[in-house]
Nanobody
Framework: QVQLVESGGGLVQAGGSLRLSCAASGSFFSINVMGWYRQAPGKQRELVATITSGGSTNYADSVTGRFTISRDNAKNTVDLQMNSLKPEDTGVYYC??????????????WGQGTQVTVSS
């Protein structure tokens, strides 16, 4: 089982920056993909960015050029640097991990979420 703990959310003015961090712990064989999703009030959870163990990244169109995802495989951590924040970036940000256990089974894990609020 994997536990994901996020940190770094908060309140920022439009145009500002925030950095989110997520650390994975527990018993697993490997973490294949790590990433961030977000959910705004009244909306469905959506992908923000993902990164594979090999470093391949994928970003939502809405954040491309403003957000940067990075990962430390040795520490099982993933960060999201968010620049030029907009009010529409407001929401709860969830850390995500696709994990392979010691029986080679895949599973998805989620963090508890961290609030990001961008004021105009």
């Amino acid at each position: 089982q994997v536990q994901l703990v996020e940190s770094g959310g908060g309140l920022v003015q439009a145009g500002g920056s925030l950095r989110l961090s997520c650390a994975a712990s527990g018993s697993f064989f490997s973490i294949n993909v790590m990433g961030w999703y977000r959910q705004a009030p009244g909306k469905q959870r959506e992908l923000v960015a993902t990164i594979t163990s090999g470093g391949s990244t994928n970003y939502a169109d809405s954040v491309t050029g403003r957000f940067t995802i990075s990962r430390d495989n040795a520490k099982n951590t993933v960060d999201l640097q968010m620049n030029s924040l907009k009010p529409e970036d407001t929401g709860v940000y969830y850390c995500y991990a696709e994990v392979t256990d010691y029986l080679r089974r895949l599973s998805n894990s989620w963090g508890q979420g961290t609030q990001v609020t961008v004021s105009s």
